[in-house]
């Protein structure tokens, strides 16, 4: 739900869905351009309509460390909203994101190039797993894409190349690991707890997939057990599961907030 305030207060908010709207996209899904931080950005209308609201308003990535030039890995780079607000926070920081869908990926690296952030940001055209390997991997009418599930509803499949996470987070010291991947995060999450420690901040987003085992009671005592503090926030409207059944593949989805005790605030 989009807040009056919200479209009054934030110039680039207004400006985008005004844009968004007499531009017709709400009946496509077209990459269209859109100021955000004061870079021109190709993406959807309707990632920019959710994900602006998300990451610049409510700023669901903020993370409070002194670091001028904090290390950070994006997991699910997406159109590179996430990585635009990390460096609005820390202009210094080194970026590593990973975006596994083939489209959308071109677009992300075309934004990285076009603003001239490619000191700052690599992109590498992968998906975030457990392995490295080739994996049938699904789009939806959305823009957005998982790890091909039996019961997703696809727009098409292709196969693109994993990369084994745990080793990438072995090879660096990382102050922010921030996971948007769509349900792969319940396979993901567990494989790498045990190198878990080199981060400072987690930030990921969970869903629950329907018809499929839940792992987020699994994944939060490890997490506990690695020594975080976890916070946790719903991603939906708060509703009643048994009076309604939500769209799509997951059946809830979840922000969590971990912060790695061995760093405490003082």
Not at 108 to 124: A, E, F, Q, R, S
Not at 201 to 229: C, T
Not at 239 to 248: Q, V
Request: proline share 3%; hydrophobic share 40%; aromatic share 10%.
């Amino acid at each position: 739900m989009y807040l009056l305030k919200d479209f009054i207060k934030h110039d680039e908010f207004r400006r985008g869905l005004i844009n968004g709207v007499l531009s017709g996209g709400m009946r496509c899904n077209k990459p269209m351009l859109f100021s955000i931080q004061g870079k021109q950005v190709l993406a959807p209308f309707r990632t920019f309509k959710a994900l602006y609201k998300s990451i610049f308003i409510d700023k669901e990535y903020f993370v409070p460390i002194n670091t001028k030039n904090p290390k950070i890995l994006d997991l699910g780079g997406n159109y590179g909203l996430s990585c635009l607000y990390f460096l609005s926070q820390f202009p210094d920081a080194s970026i590593i994101t990973y975006e596994a869908d083939p489209e959308i990926c071109e677009v992300l690296k075309y934004n990285i190039k076009k603003n001239g952030l490619l000191n700052n940001i690599t992109v590498h055209n992968k998906a975030a797993w457990i392995n490295d390997d080739m994996l049938e991997f699904s789009t939806n009418e959305l823009g957005g894409g998982t790890i091909s599930l039996n019961n997703s509803v696809e727009r098409t499949r292709c196969l693109v190349e994993s990369v084994d996470i745990k080793m990438i987070i072995e090879s660096l010291s990382l102050d922010i690991l921030k996971v948007d991947i769509e349900g792969a995060e319940n396979e993901l999450l567990p494989h790498i707890i045990a190198v878990i420690t080199k981060v400072r901040y987690l930030i990921f987003e969970y869903h629950s997939v329907k018809n499929r085992k839940q792992r987020l009671g699994e994944v939060l005592y490890r997490l506990e057990e690695a020594g975080f503090r976890v916070h946790i926030r719903t991603e939906d409207q708060v509703y009643n599961p048994y009076l309604e059944d939500m769209p799509g593949n997951f059946d809830n989805r979840l922000v969590v907030y971990c912060e790695n005790r061995k760093y405490h605030r003082n």
